[in-house]
DNA sequence: CCAGCGATCGCCT
DNA sequence: GGCGATCGCTGGC
């Protein structure tokens, strides 16, 4: 078993924290048993100075979390259906968190498959939602300590490190501003990274 | 007060 | 590769 990273390990610039975050562990446990994956695709967003950020126009009810204590989990709920979690980087104050975008499930694939039972098994937490989804993560984790509490719900924990070789950079998924801003991380040729789309502004139907 | 739209997904062709 | 579902946050009026 990995050791529960600490809370330094995001007491650090959001970027550094990304990168190092693949090929980490989240553990979900609920009393359905724990499912847990390994990361393979992250997104830095970097506070009120990114305007991609969910804190670029300050601190709100929704996104509070972001301004707590590094370590913790900011989960949202968008497109009326969906959720996505990030985890709060440091150093504290500066609004800044990592969007955990796809894993391969290696514990608990049976309890994710049966979250999610129309999907392959690659794609169980392949893209924000579904990770969410196969994890049982909803808004009653927000904001919950994921570094400092080894029977905590939601934990994040050490993993097999990842070659800086083996990383791959990009622009992040489906944001329309900062485009060019290279702050999506995934591990190079993994199965379970989510496919990569831009953003395309929705028109509304014509009456 | 309320219209617009989003860090998405799954089903359809 | 396109589109509908579905809701709460945000900002403009």
């Known amino acids: 078993m990995s050791d529960q990273l600490d809370r330094d390990f995001f007491d650090r610039p959001v970027v550094e924290v990304a990168r190092t975050l693949l090929g980490c562990v989240l553990s979900r446990r609920s009393a359905d048993g724990e499912v847990a994956v390994r ?8 506070g009120p100075l990114d305007p991609a950020s969910h804190s670029y126009r300050g601190r709100t009810p929704r996104n509070a979390v972001m301004w707590g204590p590094p370590g913790h989990a900011y989960v949202y709920f968008t497109y009326g259906m969906h959720f996505c979690v990030n985890l709060v980087c440091g150093p504290p104050n500066t609004a800044s968190a990592v969007l955990l975008r796809a ?8 309890l994710a498959a049966s979250r999610r039972p129309r999907s392959a098994v690659r794609d169980l937490a392949r893209g924000p939602a579904r990770l969410c989804q196969a994890l049982a ?20 924990l050490a993993g097999d490190s990842v070659p800086a070789g083996a990383i791959s ?14 702050w999506r991380f995934w591990i190079t040729d993994d199965p379970s990274v989510s496919p990569y789309r831009v953003h395309v502004p929705k028109r509304r139907r014509p009456s």
């Open 169 to 182: 950079a990009g622009p992040r998924t489906g944001v329309s501003s900062a485009k060019d801003t290279p």
């Open 39 to 46: 990361l393979t695709e992250v997104e830095a967003y970097a």
């Open 137 to 156: 993560i909803d808004r009653a984790l927000n904001g919950v300590d994921v570094c400092g509490d080894p029977d905590g719900p939601l934990r994040i």
């Open 103 to 110: 894993g391969s499930v290696v514990t608990g694939s049976s």
